[in-house]
Structure formats: structure tokens, C-alpha cells
């Protein structure tokens, strides 16, 4: 397999060129090509394949392979052989140079205020991450990173593409050491940040844009740093002012007071929710010391009551000596318990065993307890009628 000049190693701008078709490569319902020139980037090093087109058509993945060091762009259609002309989609490189140099200045601000180098980095379609080697980063670390970050990008500062030989980069200054051989491709933020990188970046970090952290997430033993840059920044904040607006309307409270509004409401409703599991509680009581037994039975079958408060239920009945109790509950679906006093012998784990075989479901439980689910029936009553032929049977 031939392979490929790399256009956007030398001119990350340039959207647009001619080349010619070197290889046809069969990919299943696919079709992939070879050019002897490209300015299409592949996906690498944390940052995804550029799109766009070649000869009008319209381009679905761009890959390396590895073993010949090729780039092959894949579309959903055959190409035309010989020259061809390229076009890159340019919003997409736009955004990629800008989350991907924004990254760079961010990773060093890290290192430069707390020394935790970047681990790995993930550029995605809708966010950015960085993994730091820290099981913690406070939010004020983070903003300080952040402020550090936007200052870099407000001075405007050159950023430059320089070729260092393998046997000199130990003394090229390298924020992060790398086993590539032969001639490093090295992006250099001057008097800022020296990194081996094959990606595309901008030119003045200024085109970075405003960088923003927006989340901090512990993975494992580490601390994932969730981030946009330049016209996401934009897009988040309208998304964001667009929900907060929503939010303060709702409760009537201007957008900066949202937050401490908000939490007012939750603690009250939190407040409200443990007042009402302890009516619930006594409701269920009453309904428990009221609820019709006949013959020792006591069945029911209900309508959206819910599997736990018809648990509850079957154990509060079953306080009372001498009782065996059937339940079942159709709100999403059709679940049973089944239970009995401590002085009764029926065994409700092989009540509920013959009642799945009869209606489909899963469950188990004990000879005192069992419950299960997803059972198909006309309705709940259908079921535990089968459900007490069983136990009158014995």
C-alpha cells in the first residue's frame, strides 16, 4: 500500500487540494481509497477524522494503517480513478484545532500551577477530557488551571510546528517525554508549552478562544477534567442560560439566585417526602390490621400500588399469627408477593415457582417471602387467583 503526504501537518488551513487516486481498497459494503496527498486528517491521538469530500463524494472515515502508514478515506460509494480534488469540512477542522490547542494550554496549565501532567485525552463530538493522575481536583484547582488557561489564549501567543530528531528530544523541553523515532513533530506554544503531536492546531492561540472546565468527575484513581473551547463555549452558554432562565422562571427567582432557590425547594421537598413515607407508613398499618382474611387468606390484587408498597404490605399483614398472604400489583408490569406468619408452613418460594411457570416472570425468594415479576396476564386478579388454587389445594 502506498502512502501519503500529510498536507495538514505543514498547513492545518488548507480545506481544499488536489491528488491523485493511488489504491482502490475493497472494505466490505464500503469503499476506501489511497491518495498520494491528503489533507484529510485520520483519527489519532485523541482527535477524530476530519469529513468533507473527494470528488463529490462524501467522506464517512479517514484511518491510518498501521502497517504501511497510509491514510485511507472510506465512503458508502466507489470513487473516480485518477485526479481527484479534495474538500475538508471546515467548521469540523475549525473546531477540532481549537479543542484540540486549547487541550495543550490547558494540560500545561495544570502542570505548571500543580504538576499533574495530562494522562490521556479525548476529544468528542459534543465535550473534551483530560484525565489527571490525582484522585481529587477541587473546584478552585480547577478554575485557577482555567484562569491560567484563558490568559495564555488572551495574550495570543504563536504557535509553531517544528521537527526535532529523536536522538535530540530529551533536550527539546517536552512537557510529555515520547518513544517516537525518527523526526518528532513538536507544537510549540511559545514560552508555554512543547508537545509531541501529529494533530491539527491553531495558528495564534487568540483562534483558541475561551476555554471553560465544566465538570469534575474521580475515574478510578484519577480525576477526569471535562472541558470546551472556543465556539462550544458559545454553545454551552446559550444552552445553559437558555435551561436557567427556564429554571428561574419556574420558580420565580432571578437566574444568579437559581441555586440557592433551588435548593431551598429540594430540602422542603425532601422534608415533605419523609413526612409522607411515615403517613404512608401508618396508612399502611391500618390497611395491614383492617385487611379482609378469609380462611387465613389474605388476597388482593391491586393497580399501580408498586412492588415495595405492596412488600411492605405482605409483611405488616403477616405480623398477625396464622396468615397467608397473596398480592399482586400491575403497574408496568405484573409483580407478586407472597408471604405467611411465622406459624404458618405454606412455602411461598414454590407458590410463586409454579405461579412463573403458569405466567411467565421471574422472581425467588424464601419459604416465608417471595416476590417476582414481568408475570403476562389479564390483569393482577387473574393471578393471584391461580395463586390461591394452589394454596387451598394442599
Known amino acids: 500500500m502506498a ?65 504501511t502508514g497510509a491514510i485511507v478515506h472510506v465512503a458508502a460509494q466507489p470513487f473516480a480513478a485518477g485526479k481527484v480534488h479534495g474538500r475538508v469540512d471546515a467548521a469540523r477542522r475549525r473546531d477540532h484545532m481549537q479543542q484540540h490547542s486549547g487541550q495543550h494550554v490547558l494540560s500545561q496549565a495544570f502542570v505548571e500551577l500543580f504538576n499533574w501532567p495530562t494522562v490521556s485525552f479525548h476529544l468528542g463530538a459534543t465535550s473534551c477530557t483530560v484525565d489527571l493522575p490525582v484522585e481529587q481536583v477541587s473546584r478552585e484547582q480547577a478554575s485557577r488551571a ?63 478562544g475561551p476555554i471553560l472546565v ?17 465556539g462550544r463555549v458559545l454553545r454551552y452558554a446559550r444552552d445553559a442560560n437558555r435551561v436557567l432562565e427556564s429554571i428561574s422562571q419556574t420558580i420565580s427567582a432571578s437566574p444568579l439566585e437559581s441555586a440557592a432557590a433551588v435548593k431551598t425547594i429540594w430540602d422542603d421537598l425532601q422534608r415533605a417526602r419523609k413526612r409522607i413515607e411515615a403517613l404512608d407508613s401508618s396508612l399502611l398499618d391500618v390497611e395491614a390490621a383492617q385487611f379482609p382474611v378469609e380462611n387465613g387468606l389474605a388476597v388482593g390484587a391491586f393497580e399501580g400500588r408498586g412492588i415495595e408498597t405492596i412488600k411492605l404490605l405482605a409483611l405488616k399483614i403477616c ?50 417471602l417471595a416476590q417476582g415479576g414481568g408475570l403476562v396476564a389479564e390483569n393482577a386478579a387473574v393471578v393471584v387467583e391461580f395463586a390461591k388454587s394452589l394454596v387451598t389445594s394442599v
Open 146 to 208: 482555567e484562569e491560567l488557561a484563558n490568559r495564555i489564549v488572551d495574550e495570543n501567543r504563536n504557535v509553531a510546528v517544528c521537527y526535532v530528531a529523536s536522538e535530540n528530544i530529551a533536550e527539546a523541553g517536552l512537557r510529555k517525554p515520547t518513544e517516537r523515532a525518527g523526526d518528532i513533530r513538536v507544537i510549540d506554544i511559545a514560552g508555554f508549552d512543547k508537545s509531541a503531536c501529529g494533530g491539527t492546531h491553531v495558528r495564534m492561540t487568540g483562534e483558541i
Open 319 to 368: 405480623a398477625r399469627p396464622g396468615l397467608t398472604v397473596l398480592l399482586a400489583d400491575k403497574s408496568d408490569q405484573i409483580r407478586v408477593v407472597f408471604a405467611r406468619s411465622a406459624d404458618r408452613s405454606m412455602d411461598a418460594a414454590a407458590v410463586l415457582k409454579q405461579t412463573l411457570e403458569r405466567f411467565g416472570g421471574r422472581g425467588g425468594g424464601k419459604a416465608s
Open 214 to 230: 465544566t465538570r469534575i468527575e474521580r475515574v478510578k484513581k484519577q480525576t477526569r477534567i471535562e472541558f470546551f473551547c472556543g
Open 3 to 67: 502512502t501519503t503526504e500529510r498536507l495538514y501537518y505543514h498547513n492545518p488551513n488548507l480545506l481544499e487540494f488536489e491528488a491523485n487516486v493511488l489504491e482502490a481498497i475493497p472494505l466490505g459494503d464500503r469503499f476506501g481509497i489511497v491518495l498520494d496527498r491528503t489533507a484529510f486528517y485520520p483519527t489519532s491521538g485523541g482527535q477524530p477524522h476530519d469529513l468533507g469530500s473527494i470528488g463529490g463524494v462524501e467522506i464517512l472515515d479517514v484511518y491510518e494503517d498501521e502497517r
